[in-house]
């Protein structure tokens, strides 16, 4: 069974930085893609960022130049530097897992863990 778990999130004054990491277990076939989503309240959920199994990244607009998402294949763990955080980056954070196997693709979603931007 596959299982997703996100950690380091919490509270920091604006222009403070954090590092989210999520580690997948279970996991039997390739990763194509492991991504950060985010969820603010009473907004829809939204693309952070994402990273192939290729170390090719994809950013939102909001977060270019400022968050950056890495992967460490070996431990099945994705991680995300949040630099010059904002009070809009507040939000729960969650963690995608794509996993293939045989050429059939599941996607897998950690319990979210919170970030908050406030002085």
């Known amino acids: 069974q596959v299982q997703v778990v996100e950690s380091g999130g919490g509270l920091v004054q604006p222009g403070g930085s954090l590092r989210l990491s999520c580690a997948a277990s279970?996991?039997?076939?390739?990763?194509?893609?492991m991504g950060w989503y985010r969820q603010a309240l009473g907004k829809q959920r939204e693309l952070v960022a994402a990273?192939?199994?290729?170390?090719?990244?994809n950013y939102a607009d909001s977060v270019k130049g400022r968050f950056t998402i890495s992967r460490d294949n070996a431990k099945n763990t994705v991680y995300l530097q949040m630099n010059s955080l904002k009070p809009e980056d507040t939000a729960v954070y969650y963690c995608?897992?794509?996993?293939?196997?045989?050429?059939?693709?599941?996607?897998?979603w950690g319990q979210g863990t919170q970030v908050t931007v406030s002085s």
């Open positions: 279970g996991i039997i076939g390739r990763i194509p893609t």
């Open positions: 995608n897992v794509i996993q293939s196997i045989m050429g059939r693709e599941s996607d897998y």
């Open positions: 990273i192939t199994g290729g170390t090719t990244t």
